[in-house]
């Protein structure tokens, strides 16, 4: 980690609300949904459903419970830079932990005479790690209120369709790159690469719908350590159209309420240690745009193209900053396990040490999973979406319908020099005595995972991976030698009714 340990976990947690994490839980709940295809229909599950425990008179009330369980080991953790910028921190680059959580709860449903659906859910989560974890922290764990909502759905008819809810809840919009890490894991909380929780603490979701079009309005206030608590409020819109073809286009508008967190400024010139400006992210608002395209025929057949952008400003802090993705997918639809190679590019401004305007995109509550929005691999746990690019290469084959294969390559660069590239750790006195922030280099790392994930049955996920992180030469400046590859690898186990 660039800069001193403690102070990156704590001021990572201010600048975004969460600490980025690579959730291999998601990927695994991605899997399951292709369960269907190996196993008898849903109706049929259904009969022999034992978490339905009441459906009479228009009633159904129903079990939930998840497990999971995680053991991951990692050397050279964050190519062993404090050892370097923060020698007496006591810093171990290797270790090894075991992590776990339990999910239960409770949700129902009840048809009212009107054809309206009343409908809601309670769930909590239980969550610990053994061992000291990649942030230091270990041995500690926390019981936490998850869902725990009300909602009502229904027609209005003429084709409108309504669904209101209030409580906490959890909340993706689009493809997931500005809300959908509605909680707060690791750390005191335990279960750091895990990551169980995801509702937000407290929100009110309305969404009325017409044909393919729904409209979404919404107030979020997240889930976060009570030890970081940032007093995060959100509120916006989303309107999103889904063509029954496959592709689909939306445009969010999320606007900061109110916010304790802060915002880091690179110093005039890049000279000097970067101004940190608390509660700087009250009043941020921004508009993001995204898009997928439908199966195309002829020429095009089997590719498929996304794309997002995003503009922020707040007149408060003279801030304007943008952040954007195109990807471009193609499947092998005739080969041997379905081979899919899909190319990305992503980048997210940073701050321009030669202006006096804050450049420096907010993430906000992006999903930071390797499937996502993480920016690499392991460069994930250590770049917050601010003032990085990376170019993107993932190859994904399924050679049985309970098992897939990923391998995942990222190559990692900054934006800007000498600006903060995670909330403005990277400061130091370089050789010149000079006291600078960043990197002088703008290339950060090349990631590599490689990914297992397979059926075991119905409710029964088992994901295993192993990946490497070589340090750029704008880390081995900071070192000031060739840094070392971190490397590590995960095995775990969810069980999901």
């Known amino acids: 980690m660039i800069g001193d340990l403690g102070?990156?976990?704590?001021?990572?947690?201010?600048?975004?609300?969460?600490?980025?994490?690579?959730?291999?839980?998601?990927?695994?709940?991605?899997?399951?949904?292709?369960?269907?295809?190996?196993?008898?229909?849903?109706?049929?599950?259904?009969?022999?459903?034992?978490?339905?425990?009441?459906?009479?008179?228009?009633?159904?009330?129903?079990?939930?419970?998840?497990?999971?369980?995680?053991?991951?080991?990692?050397?050279?953790?964050?190519?062993?830079?404090?050892?370097?910028?923060?020698?007496?921190?006591?810093?171990?680059?290797?270790?090894?932990?075991?992590?776990?959580?339990?999910?239960?709860?409770?949700?129902?449903?009840?048809?009212?005479?009107?054809?309206?659906?009343?409908?809601?859910?309670?769930?909590?989560?239980?969550?610990?790690?053994?061992?000291?974890d990649a942030f230091d922290t270990g041995n500690t764990g926390a019981v936490t209120l998850e869902e725990a909502y009300l909602a009502i759905r229904g027609d209005l008819g003429g084709g409108l369709s309504y669904d209101v809810s209030l409580g906490a809840r959890e909340l993706t919009l689009g493809t997931g790159m500005l809300i959908a890490n509605g909680a707060t894991s690791g750390f005191e909380r335990g279960a750091l690469k895990f990551g169980p929780r995801k509702a937000w603490e407290r929100a009110a979701i309305g969404r009325l719908s017409f044909g393919d079009v729904t409209g979404t309005a919404f107030y979020l206030d997240p889930n976060e350590l009570p030890s970081t608590d940032g007093?995060?409020?959100?509120?916006?819109?989303?309107?999103?159209?889904?063509?029954?073809?496959?592709?689909?286009?939306?445009?969010?508008?999320?606007?900061?309420?109110?916010?304790?967190?802060?915002?880091?400024?690179?110093?005039?010139?890049?000279?000097?240690?970067?101004?940190?400006?608390?509660?700087?992210?009250?009043?941020?608002?921004?508009?993001?745009?995204?898009?997928?395209?439908?199966?195309?025929?002829?020429?095009?057949?089997?590719?498929?193209?996304?794309?997002?952008?995003?503009?922020?400003?707040?007149d408060r802090v003279d801030l304007n900053a943008w952040a954007g993705r195109v990807t471009a997918g193609y499947t092998f639809a005739n080969l041997r396990w379905s081979p899919n190679v899909t190319l990305g590019y992503q980048s997210f401004s940073g701050d321009d040490p030669g202006t006096t305007k804050l450049e420096r995109f907010d993430p906000l509550y992006y999903q930071g999973s390797p499937s996502a929005w993480a920016t690499g691999s392991k460069s994930a746990s250590t770049f917050i979406n601010s003032n990085v690019n990376a170019l993107t290469l993932a190859l994904r084959v399924q050679p049985t319908q309970q098992d897939i294969w990923t391998l995942r390559y990222a190559h990692i660069r900054a934006n800007e020099l000498n600006s903060p590239v995670q909330f403005g750790q990277a400061t130091r006195v370089d050789v010149n005595g000079n006291v600078v922030s960043g990197v002088t280099d703008s290339h950060l790392a090349d990631d590599l995972f490689l990914e297992f994930s397979r059926i075991i049955n119905r409710n029964t996920f088992l994901s295993a991976g192993v990946s490497v992180s070589f340090p750029g030469a704008g880390i081995n400046t900071v070192v000031g030698r060739s840094a070392d590859p971190w490397t590590g690898g995960f095995v775990n186990v969810v069980v999901n009714f």
């Not at 022999?48 to 080991?73: C, E, S, T, W």
């Not at 029954?244 to 005039?268: C, D, E, I, K, M």
């Not at 608390?278 to 057949?301: D, M, V």
């Open 231 to 314: 007093s995060n409020e959100l509120a916006g819109v989303d309107l999103r159209f889904d063509d029954p073809a496959g592709g689909y286009l939306g445009a969010t508008f999320v606007n900061v309420l109110r916010s304790g967190s802060s915002y880091p400024q690179a110093a005039p010139g890049g000279l000097g240690a970067p101004t940190v400006t608390p509660g700087a992210r009250e009043g941020t608002k921004t508009l993001g745009l995204y898009a997928k395209t439908n199966p195309f025929s002829g020429a095009l057949e089997n590719w498929s193209f996304t794309g997002d952008f995003a503009y922020q400003w707040n």
């Open 7 to 132: 102070s990156e976990i704590g001021c990572r947690k201010a600048a975004t609300g969460s600490p980025p994490r690579p959730n291999f839980q998601r990927a695994l709940t991605i899997c399951a949904a292709a369960a269907s295809l190996a196993f008898p229909t849903a109706a049929a599950a259904q009969e022999r459903d034992p978490m339905l425990l009441y459906d009479q008179g228009g009633l159904k009330v129903r079990g939930h419970l998840q497990i999971g369980l995680n053991a991951v080991a990692e050397r050279n953790l964050f190519w062993d830079l404090a050892a370097v910028t923060a020698p007496a921190s006591g810093f171990d680059p290797d270790t090894e932990w075991l992590e776990g959580y339990i999910k239960p709860g409770l949700s129902f449903e009840r048809t009212l005479e009107s054809g309206a659906v009343f409908y809601g859910k309670f769930s909590a989560v239980a969550s610990y790690t053994w061992g000291t």
